[in-house]
Every structure is written in C-alpha cells, then in structure tokens.
C-alpha cells in the first residue's frame, strides 16, 4: 500500500501545465459555506457565482482535527499543507515554517497583495504572509508583513503595527509604519486619501485600528478596495498574486446574525464581480473563490420562490466540517472541478507558478 501511495504522489508533483495563468487571483469567503452561496444566487439577480464555468468542492479538515479553523484552512490554500488548528503556516510536528503562495511569487518576482475586511494580520492573510505557532500573535504576524515584500496591503489591523505610545498594541515600541516608509511604502489611513490618490508605487492602507467596519457601515465596498489593488497591480509585466478575503462572512455565521451574513456575501459578490471583469478582460488570469471553512452550520429554511424574504436558520455558533464551494474562472480553470481535499488547491497553484516546485509529503 505504501508504494501505492508513494506512486501516487509522484504523479501529484510530476503534474505539468501546458499554460500557466500570469496573475492568480484567490478569493477567500470566510466561512461561505454551501447555503451561503446558495443565498447570495437565490437572492441576488445579477450573483457572480452564475458566471463561473467551473466548479468544485473542498474537504477542509485540518491535520488534527475534523473541525479546522481559519489559520489552518488558510495553511492548506497558501502552502499545500494541512497544519494544525491555529498554527500559521508551519509544520504541525517540526513547527517550521512551510513556503506560502505569497513568498513563492515573490521569489518569483511576481507582485503580491492582500486585501481583506479583517485585520491584514488576522488568521487567512496571516496564513498567506506569515509563520506563527499561534494565529492570536497579530503582533509578531504584524512584523513578518514588512519583511515580506508585498507591494499592495489593504485591510484594517492599523494597532498591531505602531507602539502604545501612538495608540497601537506594540510594546516594543517599534513603529512598524515609519519602518515601511523608510522602506518606500505609501501609507494610507483612511479610504478618502487612499481612493483619491490611488498609488502606483508599493503601499499599505491599513484603514482601522483592527478589523474594518461591518459592509452596511462602511462608505465604500470590498470591490472598491479591490478595484484599487488591481489597478496597481496589473502594472506588473511579470504577473501579480493577490489574496482578497471577505472576512466578515464567519463573523455573520458566529453571530448567527441572518442579515450581518446576507450583506456580507453582498459586499464579497460585489468584489468577484470585479475580479471577473479584470480577468475576462486581462485573458491571462485565473481567479479561483473558495472558503477556509464553513462557520454556523448554515441552512436556508423558508423564503419567497424569487428568493425574497430568504430565512435562514442556525446549527452553531462555530464551525462545520461541511465541504465548501470552489469556483474557478480563466487560465487552467478546469483543474479545480471535482471533490478535492483543501490542501490540493494550494498544490495545483503552486505548480501552476512553478512547474518544478515539489511537494514531499501528503498531509
């Protein structure tokens, strides 16, 4: 059986792409499971997900436990590897850190971003950028953001990069946000400026002391935000990765709040909308939507057969082993149909970046 197994995996890694995307684009919907995409397409006439040619499922067990959580949902996606729950990107019995998608494109010298409703250090971006044993270690995830070479960062979590001294979380008094300037990083506190100037050059808009303001509070939208990364980002003869997550879809289904999650999904469809039209019109990019988990044990339980009026009702208030969607458009799209286990998302991206890279273990 070993050898079987052993066989098998060698086929995995010897797999080479006849064309390879120039930019990948890869939507994280936080907790968006089955029935939260089912409401956004029963309940928004123009849904995004409608355009999608190709479909999948994702198994998103962690490596110890059914249940994962957002930091090893995200390990699987960013390195190929499943890892424990609320280990960042490391490996769960050695504890070293595992290459992410972001630091591979970067060796590449491909642009890389991050755009996100949470905190740029909160668990999924963490998981992309940085190596942590625990995702609660926003500070240290805050200080591996600026040595990593990210050329667009938008998000909230302004706290975890500057000293208490200037009203942050830091207490080594280092103030992580003079050090990216002195790197060449524009810095953007407020979506005004930053949607006024709209930088060319490398930047991080880090729009609140932590998370962002929910999507009904906010005065501009996930795809404003995206709009902005991708203008900056095309500009890249070389080709761009960027991670866009709508966060604040878990924290609807952890709230068991039916409307918090409804305008969630809204304001994240609004952003593949976008993403979509980029890459009809750039014709070199693969976008790919999927979820780190499922959270509240979502279920569409009564509604209007025109999808007004949608009911949903509740299991939990935390997560659920359910399979999650993927949804694929553009260069090699057709790779990610079928039932496949998380961490063969991350694999199929990264070889699709570097055809030689290896996987030497299944886990």
């Known amino acids: 059986m070993k050898k079987i197994f052993f066989f098998l995996l ?44 190709t479909t999948g499922f994702s198994v998103t067990c962690s490596a110890d436990k059914l249940v994962t959580d957002s930091a090893a949902g995200a390990t699987a996606i960013a390195t190929g590897y499943r890892t424990n729950n609320y280990m960042v990107s490391i490996h769960p019995e050695t504890k070293e850190p595992m290459l992410t998608i972001l630091e591979l494109a970067e060796k590449l010298n491909k642009s890389t971003g ?6 740029v250090t909160h668990a999924t971006p963490g998981g992309f950028v940085a190596h942590a044993s625990n995702r609660s270690m926003e500070i240290e995830i805050a200080e591996q953001f600026t ?12 706290k975890f990069f500057t000293p208490k001294s200037s009203g942050g979380d830091r207490v080594d008094g280092r103030d992580l946000i003079n050090e990216l300037e002195r790197k060449g990083y524009s810095i953007y506190s407020n ?15 880090l729009l609140e002391p932590n998370g ?18 991708l203008n900056n980002l095309a500009d890249d003869e070389n080709g761009f990765v960027l991670l866009i997550e709508g966060s604040q879809i878990d924290w609807g289904g952890h709230n068991n709040d039916q409307d918090y999650l ?10 593949i909308h976008a993403v979509l039209d ?24 009564d509604g ?42 991350g694999r199929k991206l990264f070889k699709m970046l570097d055809s030689s890279y290896q996987f030497t273990e299944n886990f």
């Open 304 to 345: 209007e057969k025109d999808g007004c009026d949608i009911e949903l009702d509740f299991l939990t208030k935390g997560h659920t082993a359910s399979m999650v969607g993927i949804f694929a458009k553009g260069v090699n799209e057709k790779e990610f149909s079928g039932v496949m286990d998380n961490y063969m998302i």
């Open 212 to 229: 962002l303001m929910s999507a009904e509070d906010r005065e501009y939208s996930l795809a404003d935000l995206v709009k902005i990364a």
């Open 262 to 271: 409804i305008s969630e999904m809204k304001d994240f469809n609004d952003a």
């Open 278 to 301: 980029f890459a009809e019109q750039d014709g070199e990019t693969l976008v790919i939507v999927t979820a780190d988990h499922e959270t509240g044990g979502t279920g569409i339980v």
């Open 147 to 158: 040595k990593l070479d990210l050329e667009v960062v938008i998000g909230g979590g302004r």
């Open 191 to 205: 979506y005004n400026k930053l949607n006024s100037e709209k930088p060319s050059g490398k930047f991080y808009a």
């Open 114 to 119: 991050v755009v996100v409703t949470s905190s």
């Open 10 to 53: 060698i086929i995995v890694q010897s797999v080479v792409y006849s064309d390879s995307p120039k930019n990948i684009i890869i939507m994280i919907g936080d907790g968006m499971g089955v029935a939260q995409v089912s409401t956004s397409v029963l309940s928004l006439k123009n849904d995004s997900f409608r355009r999608f040619t």
